[in-house]
């Protein structure tokens, strides 16, 4: 007999209390909306403000708690939903789902210019640089134009594969750099402007490993993606 989530949650609030808001929660796993400019985890530097740390003082509620791990990341400029697990088992479960590509994931992003199709697919590879190698792994990206605007788009994102800046790698492969891209794009190249990376993790589903139901999580885009949008 399967068993049923015992304290599945309603969408939050920020407090004092709790500052990140839960989009999701059951027995298993806890999705945050997270804000954009947070790291998920320390770097080498060991940052302590970060949102593995944040949750996890935030979210105890005393011993015998078992501890929250991230099931994925997402860069520290992105904003929106992310997977959480209670503990270590539950993250297995889960980071395998992600390895077997049975978790979907959709961005928002706002890109430069329009581009040449409402939608489509980029399958160029994209790497990741240790030292002066560069390791390059295959990557698939698929995209779906929302809207055109004079000079950029509001494009809804779905990586397929999960490497490391995959999303802001082929935009600007394709010469649409993600507004407010600094590392693979030069920001002076390009008249729009806007304080970090333009993408927002907005949705995410699963089928869970326990429960056996499909699991859809939404993020609303936020308030500073949003207003660029109305004010242009």
Not at 113 to 119: A, D, N, Q, V
Not at 127 to 138: E, I, T, W
Not at 182 to 194: G, P, V
Request: net charge positive; aromatic share 10%; hydrophobic share 35%.
């Amino acid at each position: 007999m399967n068993k049923s989530p015992s304290n599945s949650l309603p969408p939050s609030t920020n407090t004092p209390r709790h500052p990140i808001k839960i989009l999701y929660e059951d027995d298993h796993y806890i999705v945050f909306d997270k804000p954009a400019g947070l790291l998920v985890i320390p770097t080498s530097k060991n940052e302590k403000r970060t949102l593995v740390n944040i949750v996890n003082q935030q979210y105890a509620a005393g011993e015998g708690t078992p501890k929250l791990h991230p099931c994925h990341r997402i860069d520290e400029d992105t904003s929106g939903a992310i997977i959480f697990a209670k503990g270590k088992s539950s993250q297995r479960m889960m980071m395998d789902l992600f390895k077997r590509r049975y978790v979907t994931k959709k961005y928002i992003a706002l890109v430069h210019g329009r581009l040449p199709s409402e939608k489509g697919e980029f399958r160029n590879p994209v790497y990741k640089q240790f030292g002066r190698k560069r390791v390059f792994s295959s990557a698939i990206t698929r995209y779906r134009v929302l809207s055109a605007k004079k000079q950029f788009s509001i494009v809804e994102v779905q990586p397929v594969t999960g490497r490391t800046n995959q999303i802001r790698i082929h935009f600007s492969q394709a010469g649409h750099p993600l507004l407010g891209e600094r590392k693979f794009a030069f920001a002076r190249d390009y008249a729009l402007k806007f304080r970090r990376t333009a993408l927002h993790a907005a949705s995410v589903e699963w089928k869970h490993p326990v429960y056996h139901r499909t699991v859809s999580v939404q993020s609303d885009l936020p308030k500073d993606m949003s207003e660029f949008i109305k004010g242009t």
